[in-house]
Each structure stands twice: as C-alpha cells, then as structure tokens.
C-alpha cells in the first residue's frame, strides 16, 4: 500500500458494544476488583442477572439488573452503560446501586 493511500484511509471507529460478559462487566465497573473473583463469584451462585442465577459468560446489557451476595451482604445494581475500558473515577457512572 503507498503512502498516499495509507494518508488517505478513513479512520475506522470502534462501535460501542451493546452487551458483555458478565464477569468482564463487574471487573471493568469495579464492582468486583479482580475478573478471576467475578468468575468465581459467578460459578459458585452469588451472582444473578434479572433474578436468574448467571454464569460468568452470561451476556448483560443495559437495564439489566445486577444481584450480588458475599456472605450476609446483598446488593442490587443496574446497569446504566457499557464500555470497554473506563478510567478508575468513571467506573461508578456504569451502573446504579439499587435498594436491596
């Protein structure tokens, strides 16, 4: 390819996706600090999308709703967005604690 071509190319821009993997998603929203602790939160039952108990390749999507049990602790969340990669201070934009 020459130069004026490679000058000329269009950027190409990266869509926003539109669902994810459950234990990706609590990793990058920082709702579990680690992705090996999602996935293992998940595979052991402490995690529900929409009421349903979720395995960690469970996709989620915007609305969903988030259930999570460490011990005597239960919290709901919904998710308000998704992305791929957010800054640590953004992370808390990504979904909405709900009263349990």
Same mark, same amino acid.
């Given at each position: 390819?020459?130069?004026?071509?490679?000058?000329?190319?269009?950027? +190409?821009?990266?869509?926003?996706?539109?669902? *994810?993997?459950?234990?990706?998603?609590?990793?990058?929203?920082?709702?579990?600090? =680690?992705?090996? +602790?999602?996935?293992?939160?998940?595979?052991?039952?402490?995690?529900? +999308?929409?009421? =349903?108990?979720?395995?960690?390749?469970?996709?989620? =999507?915007?609305?969903?709703?988030?259930?999570?049990? &460490?011990?005597?602790?239960?919290?709901?969340?919904?998710? +308000?967005?998704?992305?791929?990669?957010?800054?640590? $201070?953004?992370?808390? $934009? *990504? &979904? =909405?604690?709900?009263?349990?």
């Amino acid at each position: 390819m020459s130069r004026k071509a490679i000058e000329n190319r269009k950027p +190409v821009e990266k869509a926003t996706p539109t669902s *994810m993997r459950l234990d990706k998603y609590l990793k990058i929203s920082r709702i579990i600090k =680690r992705r090996s +602790v999602a996935n293992d939160a998940c595979s052991t039952g402490h995690v529900t +999308v929409n009421g =349903r108990e979720a395995k960690p390749g469970t996709d989620v =999507r915007v609305g969903d709703v988030l259930g999570i049990r &460490f011990g005597e602790k239960y919290s709901e969340y919904e998710i +308000v967005s998704i992305a791929e990669h957010v800054a640590k $201070q953004d992370a808390a $934009q *990504m &979904f =909405r604690p709900l009263e349990a």
